[in-house]
């Protein structure tokens, strides 16, 4: 009997110390970027345009001048394909009607097609590719953080 108190006693200690360890155990931290929890007020990206086939791209906040950023590009006329065609320098304006960046460079176009006898498949557009870091930019998008101001950050979400 005296074995069976100890015993008990034993697995109630052992049953506290395991059922405590959620409050002293070390749970693994997770870190994150701040950019991952919030943004710096008034900085965005900024959509750029040109036009030769029609260029646009996405000028990533705080990227400096001769950074390269991704372009795509969709034919305005009347092309069938753009496979295998190279994008002659193009100026990238922004909404203001600067030139932020200047871009060229081979297509890389994501589609199939083919022809025979009067049918016709596609898939995805051939009228239509990228260029992976095809245009360099010449012209930073000023900042709040650029001009000496102090920085807000606004949270993603409220979690």
Not at 18 to 34: F, I, N, T
Not at 61 to 86: E, I, M, P, W, Y
Not at 112 to 133: D, F, Q, T, W, Y
């Amino acid at each position: 009997m005296i074995n069976t108190d100890k015993l008990v006693r034993i697995l109630i200690a052992l049953t506290a110390v395991l059922a405590s360890a959620a409050v002293w155990w070390p749970a693994p931290a997770q870190a994150m970027g701040l950019k991952e929890v919030a943004t710096v007020q008034g900085v965005r990206s900024s959509p750029l345009i040109g036009y030769g086939v029609m260029v646009t791209a996405q000028l990533p906040a705080f990227t400096q001048r001769s950074q390269h950023v991704d372009v795509t590009v969709s034919s305005l006329g009347n092309a069938k394909s753009l496979r295998g065609a190279t994008l002659i320098a193009a100026a990238v304006e922004g909404a203001d009607g600067q030139i932020y960046a200047l871009a060229q460079g081979n297509f890389v176009v994501a589609a199939a097609g083919a022809s025979a006898a009067g049918s016709k498949v596609e898939i995805n557009h051939l009228r239509a590719g990228r260029v992976p870091e095809g245009a360099t930019v010449e012209h930073a998008v000023p900042t709040p953080l650029n001009q000496g101001e102090c920085p807000q950050l606004d949270l993603n979400s409220n979690d």
